[in-house]
């Protein structure tokens, strides 16, 4: 079976961290796939938080530089989000996605609420 799970959302006040983690499994081999966390706020568009490629490289969203750091552990087959320095405005759903070719796969999410 084919999966993304998310864990590690949480509350926490404004300027705490947080480590989100996403364990795949299935066909899902997160050194060869492209992957990404993404997120949604209420009323909002999904948005494009972090990525890193097979490769390695990464990106993140002008928003987060500096605050959130994504990486992958292959021999977990797991990707983390540290956030550092949280805002009131990164509360939202985060959810964890894997590229590969035409195969595009979502977990199911998880809450992330910052207080202020």
């Known amino acids: 079976q084919v999966q993304l799970v998310e864990s590690g959302g949480g509350l926490v006040q404004s300027g705490g961290s947080l480590r989100l983690s996403c364990a795949a499994s299935?066909?899902?081999?997160?050194?060869?796939?492209?992957m990404g966390w993404y997120r949604q706020a209420p009323g909002k568009q999904r948005e494009l938080v972090a990525a890193?490629?097979?490769?390695?490289?990464?990106n993140y969203a002008d928003s987060v530089k500096g605050r959130f750091t994504i990486s992958r552990d292959n021999a977990k087959n797991a990707v983390y989000l540290q956030m550092r320095s949280l805002k009131p405005e990164d509360t939202a759903v985060y959810y964890c996605?894997?590229?590969?070719?035409?195969?595009?796969?979502w977990g199911q999410g998880t809450q992330v609420n910052v207080s202020s």
């Open positions: 996605n894997a590229v590969r070719a035409w195969y595009n796969y």
């Open positions: 299935g066909s899902i081999i997160v050194k060869i796939y492209d």
């Open positions: 890193i490629t097979s490769g390695g490289s990464t």
